[in-house]
């Protein structure tokens, strides 16, 4: 298994900030993954997370407005940038191990006003 | 690409009464497809995986789900419910060639009537 764990656990934020979400896990693994999951809605995946490389983006998200860092192989961090209030969401970090399961941090609340 | 159909938004049932949640996929090969189950506040939580071999699976809580390629379709069922498992839950499916990312579906929420 792994444990993940998530800071903040929630935040409101103002519009125009930026707010940094960490991720920490208890073990090694090399992909990290982070979702957006939107008031009412499911996860959709932001971009994948390798440790040494930039970060995958899906398709619909940018690295300007969601820059993530991946320093070593049991930490990441994922930015919200310039924010506005549809950027209001659940953030949440997830790590898999060889295909077996994904494991999710417990998210990240984030209100923009 | 990979696409997963929970067609049931809301579904209600009574305490003790069967459950079968509905998934169906979309994957041109073998999937890994899974559910995981979010309580109100909570992170999300595996109740059970098929990556292959038996087709009826077991997990957590009680429930089980069965692949069916057929129907391309991995339904979760419990025969007995709690008022605890009101919830909401969620098929994904993996891709083994897109690694270890997952394409959720939008989720079904269950609600139990004492």
């Known amino acids: 298994s792994a444990v993940i764990s998530q800071k903040p656990s929630r935040d409101i934020c103002q519009r125009g900030t930026s707010l940094t979400i960490q991720c920490q896990v208890d073990?090694?693994?090399?992909?990290m993954f982070w979702y957006r999951q939107q008031p009412g809605q499911s996860l959709t995946l932001i971009a994948t997370a390798n440790q040494g490389s930039e970060a995958t983006y899906e398709s619909g998200f940018v690295i300007d407005k969601f820059p993530i860092s991946r320093p070593n192989l049991t930490f990441s961090t994922l930015t919200v940038s310039n924010m506005s209030p549809e950027d209001s969401s659940i953030y949440l970090c997830s790590v898999a191990r060889g295909n077996t399961e994904a494991f999710f941090g417990q998210g990240t609340r984030l209100t923009v006003v | 690409a990979q696409s997963v159909t929970q067609p049931d938004i809301h579904i209600t049932v009574s305490e003790g009464a069967s459950l079968e949640l509905r998934c169906n996929y979309s994957?041109?090969?073998?999937?890994?497809l899974f559910w995981y189950v979010q309580s109100p506040g909570q992170g999300l939580q595996l109740l059970l995986k098929y990556f292959s071999g038996d087709t009826l699976v077991q997990g957590i809580k009680g429930f089980e789900a069965e692949f069916k390629r057929s129907q391309s379709s991995f339904n979760l069922r419990k025969p007995s419910v709690h008022w605890s498992d009101a919830a909401e839950y969620f098929c994904?499916?993996?891709?083994?060639?897109?690694?270890?990312?997952?394409?959720f579906g939008t989720g079904t929420r269950l609600a139990v009537r004492p």
């Open positions: 994957y041109g090969a073998t999937p890994y």
């Open positions: 994904a499916v993996g891709a083994r060639s897109s690694g270890d990312k997952l394409t």
């Open positions: 073990s090694q693994v090399t992909m």
